[in-house]
């Protein structure tokens, strides 16, 4: 079975994550991979507002990410 993708704009608060893809231009899948986000990297959603930007833990940071960022990045629930 297949775990669910979703946008990392719809995760929930306080929730672990591996991003499965990035669904954006080749400048974009750059940039993010220059901030750590890669598919396979786990981050945590520390914040979620529906207008705002998403905080996101990554390691030992933080990132802020835009709403039109966080809903191209596909995350599914990080397995233990």
Do not use: N
């Not at 608060?13 to 990035?22: D, M």
């Not at 990410?65 to 966080?70: A, M, N, P, R, V």
Request: proline fraction near 5%.
């Amino acid at each position: 079975m297949q775990a669910e993708r979703f946008p990392l704009a719809m995760a929930p608060v306080g929730q672990l994550l591996t991003v499965i893809t990035l669904a954006g231009g080749t400048g974009m899948r750059r940039r993010m991979s220059e901030m750590g986000i890669i598919p396979g990297c786990r981050v945590r959603v520390l914040r979620a507002e529906r207008t705002g930007p998403v905080l996101v833990a990554l390691g030992e940071g933080r990132l802020a990410l835009g709403q039109d960022i966080s809903r191209r990045i596909f995350v599914t629930t990080a397995q233990a």
